[in-house]
């Protein structure tokens, strides 16, 4: 006969049993993320690949068992590039399908009035586009930037690679700056011109006066504007900027597709500016548009197959070059960076929920802010900390130039090898 102690050993036993079993369930289950992304409508071709690279990363976690044993379910809906819809999914993420994390979307239209939804939910809110620095000065205490600049600082690397690599006899003296009338252009273009960056409801966030232009000598002639969307005259554009005659035109574009109508309307008009710098075009879609016409035509960006980054995955190293090989093999043909900096956002919230040893995200948010210089989160855009904005800390976007069929790295100069020699003056039409 067992006695009470015995008894109560055994249900003590029991319940440790049951306990382990559910604790197994639950480890079991996936972690769900949920990704608002544009796959159709006027950001659909970064849309797309923004959702390659999310699910190029998910994928390879996942082969090597998840995190903490854990799958992760990645959950993907069409924003069809809508202000609205992106809000609403984002909204169902975290209320009906009860997510665990969440991806960022595309596009610094879409992230600024998403941000403010996932803050009042409290979800870390990892964006892969939205650089406009309106949207790091709401203070949001949980967004993290994915790319390593805001778009007002990012004309900087441009004009510092001019006064780096072209010879002062060459440089540009007049410049044309033409733009969509877009969030991310306005804010390459307020640092290029020295302008203010306000709020909507009001304030200065930025006084960008005198403006990078400027700095380096470089006088405005000419500053045109065209609508967000249905814009379709490119052709009169391309008239403007040929009488206004500039060394350097300045085309900051809402789409690879426009920086190809741009591109065309140019060559069509034989406008011969010496210097040709637009906002989009390191997308292989932007070459097969304009052909021959890319030569030597210059852009930022925040990754390049030739830049040797280090990241980590599923807690080992994984490299650039790794990187490359998976995305190529996995979908067969070579990524860019519209695939590269959502695999970063990926890479990154791994390795906070590794860190932190939990997907709640005030754990997950507190984890990420803690990353400095010597220890940062590691991806295929290098290493990540950030200020208490969510921008990243010392970085900048790097400068490539299209160089016959290929998009050659040409700035910085002192921190990777491979760095091509710039091409310049652009070669006429």
């Known amino acids: 006969m067992k006695t009470h102690r015995t008894r109560l050993a055994a ?77 609403s ?7 009906a399908d009860k997510v665990d994390i969440l991806f960022g979307t595309f596009s ?37 930037y994915f790319q390593q600049d805001v778009a007002e600082f990012m004309g900087g690397s441009l004009t510092e690679m001019i006064a780096e690599r072209i010879p002062e006899d060459q440089r540009p003296k007049t410049a044309a700056l033409v733009k969509a009338d877009d969030f991310f252009a306005n804010g390459i273009a307020a640092g290029l011109a020295g302008g203010t960056v306000s709020n909507p409801g009001g304030g200065v966030v930025a006084d960008l006066a005198p403006g990078f232009l400027k700095e380096i000598g470089v006088e405005l002639v000419m500053e045109e504007t065209w609508p967000e969307e249905g814009f379709s005259d490119w052709l009169n554009l391309a008239n403007s900027i040929k009488q206004a005659n500039p060394d350097l ?19 069509t008009v034989k406008a011969q500016p010496k210097y040709l710098f637009f906002s989009q075009g390191t997308q292989s879609e932007y070459k097969t548009g304009t052909g021959a016409a890319a030569e030597g035509v210059m852009m930022p960006t925040s990754w390049h197959p030739a830049v040797a980054f280090v990241g980590e995955l599923a ?23 519209d695939s590269a900096i959502p ?48 921008v990243p800390e010392d970085r900048s976007v790097l400068v490539a130039q299209w160089q016959g069929d290929d998009l050659k790295f040409i700035y910085p100069t002192n921190e990777f090898e491979g760095v091509a020699e710039v091409i310049f003056p652009k070669p006429q039409w």
């Open 108 to 144: 610094s239209k879409l992230s600024f009035p998403v941000s403010s939804v996932l803050e009042k939910y409290g979800m870390v809110h990892p964006v892969p586009a939205g650089g406009a620095l309106r949207i790091w000065s709401q203070g949001h205490k949980n967004m993290f």
């Open 11 to 87: 249900l003590a036993a029991s319940a440790a049993i049951a306990g382990l079993l559910a604790g197994g369930a639950q480890a079991a289950d996936p972690i769900k993320i949920g990704a608002s992304l544009p796959l159709t409508g006027n950001f659909s071709v970064s849309g797309t690949k923004h959702q390659q690279g999310y699910q190029l990363c998910v994928d390879l976690i996942n082969a090597k068992g998840g995190v903490d044993g854990r799958q992760l379910d990645l959950i993907v809906s069409d924003n069809r590039s809508d202000t609205e819809t992106a809000i």
């Open 249 to 267: 035109v300045i085309g900051l574009t809402a789409s690879a597709e426009e920086a190809v109508q741009l591109t065309r309307a140019l060559q």
């Open 343 to 390: 695999f970063a956002v990926c890479q990154g919230m791994e390795q906070a929920m590794r860190g932190a040893a939990s997907t709640d995200n005030a754990k997950l948010s507190e984890w990420l802010h803690a990353r400095t210089k010597a220890e940062p989160v590691k991806t295929v855009l290098g290493p990540f900390s950030w200020d208490e904005r969510g």
């Open 315 to 337: 807690g080992e190293t994984f490299t650039n070059g790794d990187f490359v090989a998976a995305f190529t093999e996995k979908f067969g043909f070579a990524p860019d960076e």
């Open 89 to 95: 999914q984002y909204e169902r993420f975290v209320n």
